[in-house]
């Protein structure tokens, strides 16, 4: 976009200088006595072509300049919403983290209620086994007794 930008105001440039080449032609030969009027229509349709030539290029210098600032906002709104993401992908980072850390730590207070529930486990496994043996003794006792 800028190199044609560059190239366009290139254009217009040396199209300028063949208007005042031509415009400084044209008042020479206005000032001469003996003006031919072939050459001056010949210079008149030269200095037409110019300024229709200028025309032309400046018009496409303001479409490619409406382009360039079209582009330029777009650019910007881009980078806007970049940061916008940018902005939403670090918070999500830190709320994963978080999650992470307290995925953690549930996973550990589960690790420590197993370890209990195992213990408690073998407790009651012992509880049972020697309350069996008790009552087993108090069953022959009473048979004695009985």
């Known amino acids: ?22 415009s400084v032609e044209l008042n020479s030969c206005k000032q001469q006595q003996n003006t031919d009027p072939k050459e001056l229509a ?19 210098f303001i479409e490619l300049d409406k382009r360039y600032q079209s582009l330029a906002e777009a650019h910007h709104m881009i980078g806007e919403d970049q940061d916008k993401l940018q ?26 209620l197993q370890k209990q529930n195992h213990d408690l486990q073998e407790k009651n496994q012992l509880a049972s086994e020697r309350t069996e043996v008790v009552l087993k003794r108090l069953t022959r006792i009473d048979q004695v007794d009985g």
């Open 42 to 60: 010949t210079l008149k349709s030269k200095l037409d072509n110019s300024y229709a030539e200028r025309d032309t290029a400046k018009k496409q």
């Open 1 to 22: 976009m800028y190199d044609q930008l560059k190239n366009l105001e290139k254009t217009i440039l040396d199209i300028k200088k063949q208007y005042q080449l031509v």
């Open 87 to 112: 902005k939403q992908l670090a918070d999500l980072q830190q709320q994963n983290k978080s999650l992470q850390q307290h995925n953690h730590e549930v996973k550990q207070k589960n690790s420590d």
